[in-house]
């Protein structure tokens, strides 16, 4: 079963100065960081997406992270603009990888800034993150490039992106860690036992990705009928880099 198109991106060898926030720098292996992505691309292929590699950017640390860049919508991608300057060159190489694959494009224009990983699509309602990353200016963009969906702003607390705390399940429950994020917004909220537990991937069918760095939820997920796929991202959480970050699914329509 094909389920569409997963954007990845290979990591710059720059990739140990990428970004860090919230958490201490640690060494990162950047020869291991480029094994668990292949691995990670393979898990993509296994679960029935075809990988398409966005143009590598060399000279952007973060640019791994490509779920940053651009938001797909159905047949619609709108391209991010950081709110930290130094990730807005990444968008180019994603703004020929979203044309070639057919999309419509959009972008946040200034002074908006956003980042994908600060939205969550569940259904026609699209969760966006308050933070550091993305103003309320590209939240009033959202809403009227998207005006078929109900775009809700999310305030964060001590997190990097909305999605570092909260993601969504197939079956229509929400994965969160406490205390990054006022949950009242999101309907069945599941909190789970460990930070990388909350960062989840749909892959279609019963199969949700998740790090290896969370083999509890990982336990609950497959007890709740799930079929957890396990990859190992180290090097990537080295840069509070989580599953959702190192992709772009872009489902068939
Ligand atoms: N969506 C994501 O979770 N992105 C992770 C980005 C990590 C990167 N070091 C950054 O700070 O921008």
């Known amino acids: ?15 140990a100065e990428g970004l860090v926030t919230h958490i201490e720098r640690s060494t990162v292996d950047i020869e291991l960081a ?8 393979a898990a993509l292929e296994g679960a029935g997406w075809t990988v398409r590699d966005v143009v590598p950017a060399e000279h952007c640390p973060d640019s791994v992270f490509v779920e940053d860049t651009v938001l797909v919508c159905g047949n619609r991608a709108v391209l991010a603009r950081s709110g930290a300057p130094q990730r807005r ?23 908006g800034t956003l980042d994908g990983g600060d939205v969550l699509q569940a259904g026609d309602t699209v969760y966006v993150g308050r933070g550091g ?72 069918g019963d199969r949700v990705l998740i790090a290896a760095s969370a083999p509890k939820t990982a336990a609950l997920l497959d007890d ?15 840069l509070e880099g989580c599953v959702t970050c190192l992709s772009v699914l872009v489902p068939q329509v």
């Open 224 to 238: 709740l009928g799930f079929t957890p796929v396990v990859v190992d991202i180290s090097e990537f959480e080295k």
């Open 89 to 111: 060159p990444e968008v180019a190489g994603t703004e020929s990888a979203v044309r070639a694959v057919g999309l419509d494009v959009t972008r946040i224009e200034t002074p």
């Open 34 to 41: 480029r094994r668990q992505h292949d691995a990670y691309s």
């Open 133 to 204: 990353r993305t103003n309320g200016e590209a939240i009033r963009q959202l809403r009227r490039l998207l005006p078929d969906r109900r775009v809700v702003g999310v305030p964060l607390g001590r997190v990097l992106h909305l999605k570092s705390a909260v993601t969504a399940l197939p079956d229509g429950t929400f994965l969160t860690w406490p205390g990054l994020v006022d949950t009242a917004v999101f309907p069945a909220v599941r909190t789970v036992d460990e930070e990388p537990g909350c960062h989840v991937v749909p892959l279609g």
């Open 1 to 15: 079963m094909n389920h569409g198109i997963a954007l990845v991106r290979r990591p710059s060898s720059r990739l």
